[in-house]
C-alpha cells in the first residue's frame, strides 16, 4: 500500500511510520507543498497513492472515483507528530484492510483525551 500524507501532517511522520507502511510519502518531498487539494488528488489518482489527510475536502473528490486514489481521514484534533503517528499505527491493520476493499474512504475518529476532573 502506498500512502500520501497531506500537507497538514508532518513530514517527520514519514520516519516514523516507514517502518510499517514502507511506501509513504509525504507531498514536501514530491515538491506539492503548495499544491492545491485537487492537483494532490490528480497526482495520487495517477499513481495509485492513497491519501491521509486531516482535511476534510478530500471527502468530496471520493463521491467521484471508483477506484483509486482512495483517501483515509484523520479526524481528530490538533496532536503533535508522535500521537499522530501513533494513532495511524494503532489502526494499521483497519487501513491495510481498506486498502485491500472496494472502499475508498476511510475516516478514523479519534476523540480528545478526557480531561482529569480535579476536586
Same mark, same amino acid.
Given at each position: 500500500?502506498?500512502?500520501?500524507? *497531506? $500537507?497538514? @501532517?508532518?513530514? +517527520? @511522520?514519514?520516519? !516514523?511510520?516507514?517502518?510499517?507502511? %514502507?511506501?509513504?510519502?509525504?507531498?514536501?518531498?514530491?515538491?506539492?507543498? $503548495?499544491?492545491? *487539494? #485537487?492537483?494532490?488528488? $490528480?497526482?495520487?489518482?495517477?499513481? $495509485?497513492?492513497? =491519501?491521509?489527510?486531516? *482535511?476534510? *475536502?478530500? #471527502?468530496?473528490?471520493?463521491?467521484?472515483?471508483?477506484?483509486? %486514489?482512495?483517501?483515509?481521514? @484523520?479526524?481528530? %484534533?490538533?496532536?503533535?507528530?508522535?500521537?499522530?503517528?501513533?494513532? =495511524? !499505527?494503532?489502526? +494499521?491493520?483497519?487501513?491495510?484492510?481498506?486498502?485491500?476493499?472496494?472502499?475508498? +474512504?476511510?475516516? =478514523?475518529?479519534?476523540? %480528545?483525551?478526557?480531561?482529569?476532573?480535579?476536586?
Amino acid at each position: 500500500m502506498r500512502l500520501l500524507l *497531506d $500537507q497538514n @501532517l508532518s513530514w +517527520r @511522520l514519514v520516519r !516514523l511510520l516507514s517502518h510499517e507502511f %514502507p511506501e509513504v510519502l509525504h507531498v514536501s518531498g514530491l515538491g506539492l507543498s $503548495q499544491s492545491t *487539494d #485537487l492537483q494532490i488528488w $490528480q497526482l495520487a489518482t495517477a499513481q $495509485q497513492l492513497t =491519501i491521509i489527510s486531516k *482535511d476534510s *475536502d478530500f #471527502l468530496n473528490f471520493t463521491t467521484q472515483t471508483n477506484g483509486f %486514489p482512495k483517501f483515509i481521514w @484523520l479526524k481528530m %484534533p490538533s496532536a503533535n507528530t508522535e500521537s499522530m503517528a501513533r494513532v =495511524i !499505527l494503532e489502526h +494499521r491493520t483497519h487501513i491495510s484492510e481498506f486498502s485491500q476493499s472496494n472502499e475508498v +474512504r476511510l475516516i =478514523i475518529p479519534v476523540r %480528545p483525551p478526557e480531561e482529569v476532573a480535579t476536586v
